[in-house]
């Protein structure tokens, strides 16, 4: 847990979502609902116990990962879910006591561990009626009323995201994104109209969630700074998977870049933490992000024109301009419709230029 905790603080994360249960309804801590759990195996000890007490001595905020779909307990409703009915399962479904199951399970984990920052749900859509319907339209009735009411019963502060790929219902207090920007849909998982609660997408590393010894695509530094500025531009948090080996470490080449994305963040993290995004339009050279009265153009493709980059929707009046992290002053034209930022003697960085706009 002290290295996981210590590498994802090297990386400039600042929270962790954990899997408490995936799919397959193995839990990682000491259920007493379930004997399918970590603590009945040889290694014998509460994975989740050790990294909530390591994130709350470090102050990494912990989320938590909880499966909604069930691909080993009998009572799953299995006979109607999209992916369970090759389990070999035979008994008949009852839903009633899976609901219970579930709320017992997220008592648990909302009582024994202290603060948990959110819970952040899977699996909605193994019981859809089709994959395109955008409402929340289900075989089955989830109880989300009880349970969101439950979790915000036993911990008000809680955050509640369903990553269902449908517009947030009430009681879910951000919206994810699966492998795609808000709004985009290159993967198939998306397509579902942004809402105004806060955003967050998530993204892996390679090609997989969990560990994969033949997976080496791995994605640059480069490419996933640019994910997460871009996610940044479009209000959205960005939330990277680490899939940690079978023997719990985190893979060298994982370790190696979330440092770099770190030594970066150190660098240019101002211009990410804490800022909005949707400010203007993105431009074929980059991207925008602000806090308060600054603006931070976010340079990540070469610009059609090499001599200036034009700023779209700038009303307020420029106080000074310069590259971030430079106290050296850049030319700029302001007019109605924005502003044209000269680049004349600026060396372009090979991950993102950012140049930092003051306003009045």
Same mark, same amino acid.
């Given at each position: 847990?002290?290295?996981?905790?210590?590498?994802? $603080? +090297?990386g400039?994360?600042?929270?962790?979502?954990?899997?408490?249960?995936?799919?397959?309804?193995f *839990? !990682?801590?000491?259920?007493?609902?379930?004997?399918?759990?970590?603590?009945n195996?040889?290694?014998?000890?509460?994975?989740? %116990?050790?990294?909530?007490? /390591?994130?709350?001595?470090?102050?990494?905020?912990?989320?938590?990962?909880?499966?909604?779909?069930?691909?080993?307990?009998?009572?799953?409703?299995?006979?109607?879910?999209?992916?369970?009915?090759?389990?070999?399962?035979?008994?008949?479904s009852?839903?009633?006591?899976? =609901?219970r199951?579930?709320?017992?399970?997220?008592? /648990?984990?909302?009582t024994?561990?202290?603060?948990?920052?959110?819970?952040?749900?899977?699996?909605?859509?193994?019981?859809?009626?089709?994959?395109?319907?955008?409402?929340?339209?289900?075989?089955?009735?989830?109880?989300?009323?009880?349970?969101? %009411?439950? =979790?915000?019963?036993?911990?008000?502060?809680?955050?509640? *995201?369903?990553?269902?790929?449908?517009?947030?219902?009430?009681?879910?207090?951000?919206?994810?994104?699966?492998?795609?920007?808000?709004?985009?849909?290159?993967?198939?998982?998306?397509?579902?109209?942004?809402?105004?609660?806060?955003?967050?997408?998530? /993204?892996?590393m390679?090609?997989?969630?969990?560990?994969?010894?033949?997976?080496?695509?791995y994605? *640059?530094?480069?490419?996933? =700074?640019?994910?997460?500025?871009?996610?940044?531009?479009?209000? +959205? !948090?960005?939330?990277?998977?680490?899939?940690?080996?079978?023997?719990?470490?985190?893979?060298p080449?994982?370790?190696?870049?979330?440092?770099?994305?770190?030594?970066?963040?150190?660098?240019?993290?101002?211009?990410?933490?804490?800022t909005?995004?949707?400010?203007?339009?993105?431009?074929?050279?980059g991207?925008?992000?602000?806090?308060?009265?600054?603006?931070?153009?976010?340079? =990540?493709k070469?610009?059609?024109?090499?001599?200036?980059?034009?700023?779209?929707?700038?009303?307020?009046?420029?106080?000074?301009?310069?590259?971030?992290?430079? $106290?050296?002053?850049?030319?700029? %034209?302001?007019?109605?419709?924005?502003?044209?930022?000269?680049l004349?003697?600026?060396?372009?960085?090979?991950?993102d230029?950012?140049? /930092?706009? %003051?306003?009045?």
């Amino acid at each position: 847990a002290k290295k996981w905790v210590a590498t994802a $603080k +090297a990386g400039g994360m600042k929270y962790i979502t954990f899997i408490s249960r995936h799919h397959d309804s193995f *839990s !990682n801590w000491d259920t007493k609902e379930s004997e399918w759990k970590i603590t009945n195996t040889p290694y014998g000890k509460d994975a989740l %116990k050790q990294l909530a007490d /390591e994130c709350h001595k470090e102050g990494i905020k912990l989320f938590l990962y909880y499966s909604l779909l069930d691909w080993y307990r009998s009572d799953y409703q299995y006979e109607t879910g999209k992916t369970g009915q090759g389990t070999g399962r035979t008994q008949k479904s009852d839903w009633e006591s899976y =609901i219970r199951f579930m709320k017992a399970q997220l008592t /648990e984990l909302l009582t024994n561990y202290g603060k948990i920052d959110g819970i952040w749900f899977d699996g909605h859509w193994d019981q859809l009626d089709n994959d395109h319907d955008k409402t929340l339209q289900s075989k089955v009735n989830w109880h989300y009323d009880d349970i969101y %009411k439950l =979790i915000h019963s036993l911990q008000p502060q809680c955050l509640i *995201s369903n990553n269902h790929h449908l517009l947030p219902i009430p009681g879910e207090d951000f919206q994810a994104f699966e492998k795609d920007l808000p709004g985009g849909n290159s993967t198939g998982f998306g397509g579902q109209s942004v809402s105004q609660l806060p955003l967050e997408t998530c /993204e892996t590393m390679n090609d997989s969630w969990g560990f994969s010894i033949t997976d080496k695509k791995y994605k *640059s530094t480069k490419d996933l =700074i640019h994910y997460m500025v871009n996610a940044a531009s479009l209000n +959205a !948090n960005f939330l990277l998977n680490v899939g940690p080996m079978p023997d719990g470490t985190i893979q060298p080449e994982f370790v190696s870049t979330l440092k770099e994305i770190g030594d970066w963040m150190k660098l240019n993290g101002q211009s990410i933490y804490g800022t909005r995004g949707n400010v203007t339009k993105g431009q074929d050279w980059g991207v925008l992000t602000a806090k308060d009265k600054i603006w931070y153009a976010h340079i =990540i493709k070469k610009p059609k024109d090499s001599a200036a980059i034009f700023i779209a929707d700038v009303k307020n009046k420029i106080k000074s301009c310069h590259l971030l992290n430079s $106290k050296k002053a850049l030319k700029f %034209k302001q007019q109605a419709d924005g502003v044209f930022v000269y680049l004349d003697g600026v060396q372009l960085d090979a991950i993102d230029t950012i140049i /930092e706009l %003051k306003l009045q």
